[in-house]
Each structure stands twice: as structure tokens, then as C-alpha cells.
Nanobody, 126 residues
Framework: DVQLQASGGGLVQAGESLRLSCVGSGFQFDDFAALWFRQAPGKEREGVSC????????QYVPSVKDRFTISRDNAKNAVYLQMNGLKSEDTAIYYC???????????????????WGKGTLVTVSS
């Protein structure tokens, strides 16, 4: 079965850092773009960051640019989100996802998701 298992969420104070991890199984991870989404209380789900296959391009929502960094390790079937300088508005459930890229374009698209993982909660106190 296909699984995306996220971990690394927790409670931190504003200004601190956190690293989220997501490990995929049951599919060819290196043929998929990897994405992070989040949903804050009372708000719509939004794409946070994504990375394409191979030497894939990365994307970031403007609110996290220069603070968050996405990376992947295909040998471990893993995608990471390093979150620095956390703010209270970053509080949300964070979800990892995967999107097939059969033509290996190296691009990622928040609107194109094939597999979803369960969320991990990030809480940033003021």
C-alpha cells in the first residue's frame, strides 16, 4: 500500500526552528514530485513548498520564502522541510504529498497531487 508518513511536528516558540520529514513507501518515490501543504485553523489549505524529480525546481509560497527550505533524499524515499524563524502564523497541520511526473519535467504543481500523507501538527507559540 502507498504511504507517506510525516514526522517532526511539535510545539516551539516563535523564532525557533523545526525540521519536518516525510517518508514514502509503496511507490517509486524518485519518479514523483514531493510537496508540502498546510492548513491553519479556520483557513484554506495552501501549498507551502514543492520539489520536482531529479534536479527538480523548487517552489515556495511567498510567506515562507527565505525561511523554509525543501529538500529530498531519494535513497531514503524522503522529503524534508527545514523551517527556520518560525512565526505564530506558521501554526498549522502540515501534510506531505506526492505527484507523478512521468515525463520527468522536473517541475512541481500544487494542483496536481496523486498521494496524500497524514498531517503532522506544528504549533508556534508567541
Amino acid at each position: 500500500d502507498v504511504q507517506l508518513q510525516a514526522s517532526g511536528g511539535g510545539l516551539v516558540q516563535a523564532g525557533e526552528s523545526l525540521r519536518l520529514s516525510c517518508v514514502g513507501s509503496g511507490f517509486q518515490f524518485d519518479d514523483f514530485a514531493a510537496l508540502w501543504f498546510r492548513q491553519a485553523p479556520g483557513k484554506e489549505r495552501e501549498g507551502v513548498s514543492c520539489i520536482g524529480v531529479g534536479y527538480g525546481r523548487t517552489q515556495y509560497v511567498p510567506s515562507v520564502k527565505d525561511r523554509f527550505t525543501i529538500s529530498r533524499d531519494n535513497a531514503k524515499n524522503a522529503v524534508y522541510l527545514q523551517m527556520n524563524g518560525l512565526k505564530s502564523e506558521d501554526t498549522a497541520i502540515y501534510y506531505c504529498a506526492a505527484a507523478a511526473d512521468p515525463f520527468r519535467t522536473g517541475y512541481c504543481n500544487f494542483n496536481d497531487v496523486d498521494y496524500w500523507g497524514k498531517g503532522t501538527l506544528v504549533t508556534v507559540s508567541s
